[in-house]
């Protein structure tokens, strides 16, 4: 296995870019649906979506670090894409005119149904969040010379996850919550999130590792454009 630029995979889609692309878009759709659900753990309280959103940025750091930062944000923005266009959906299912025989419309928009101001919050969380943590991965690789990859995740993460959560909550409960419970949420969960990816280090290191070898490449992001808008590696 040796280095590889970006340019030299602009045309490559392998099964296996593929397949982590899929399961980071199904995560992040599968996120924002069970986000509505309240849970408690051990007297913690979280959402139910804190317990499988951060799996998002595990695989942000996989795409970054295996196929490079140009790679991850094309997946970055097909996630963007595909939950828009889940949330269309479900918007448009929620105005269709129910069935008479079907009585489940307030159901189904107490699950389902989101304020515009909690979707524009997860939005913008979204694409600040992934962005912050692959740039900052992608350049801590190049600085580090590709050793400590437990630092660049857990390092990209305490960033990444900083700006998902104060935007996210910030943006979505700003004046309906007093600003010291406000505050302490944000806390609570960046602790839980970065928590989360440190104790999956192992696991991140084993796909990492599987991935190079598999693929056969280990892409150093020396020349890359990082702007969330490049259209060229």
């Known amino acids: ?15 296996l870019f593929v397949v982590v692309v899929a399961l980071f878009v199904t995560d992040l759709i599968i ?23 951060p799996i998002t940025y595990i695989l942000g750091d996989v795409l970054t670090e295996v196929y490079g930062y ?10 963007f ?24 419309q307030a159901a189904y928009e107490a699950i ?3 304020q515009s ?8 969380a979204y694409l600040v969040g992934e962005f912050v943590n692959s740039y900052i991965l992608a350049k ?13 995740t857990i390092g990209s993460t305490l960033f990444g996850q900083g700006c998902d959560t104060a935007i996210f909550l ?12 406000l505050a302490a949420v944000i806390l609570n969960q960046w602790l839980f999130k970065v928590g989360y990816e440190t104790l999956a280090t192992p696991f991140t290191y084993l796909i990492v590792n599987k991935l190079k070898r598999a693929e056969g490449i280990d892409v150093y992001d020396t020349n890359t454009h990082f702007s969330p808008f490049a259209v060229r590696e």
């Open 1 to 15: 296995m040796t280095a590889t630029s970006p340019g030299a995979l602009s045309n490559r889609h392998s099964t």
């Open 31 to 53: 996120s924002n649906v069970i986000a509505v659900k309240a849970i408690n753990i051990f007297g913690y309280s979280l959402q139910a979506a804190d317990l499988i959103f």
């Open 70 to 79: 140009a790679r991850a944000r094309r997946a970055i923005w097909i996630g």
């Open 81 to 104: 894409g595909c939950n828009l266009f889940a949330v269309a959906a479900i918007t448009l299912g929620q105005a269709l005119p129910s069935d008479p025989s079907w009585g489940d």
């Open 112 to 114: 389902l149904g989101s």
């Open 117 to 124: 101001r909690i979707l524009a919050a997860s939005f913008a």
């Open 140 to 152: 801590m690789k190049v600085w580090t010379k590709g050793r400590f990859l437990w630092a660049r």
């Open 170 to 181: 910030t943006i979505a409960f700003y004046g309906d919550w007093p600003n010291e419970l």
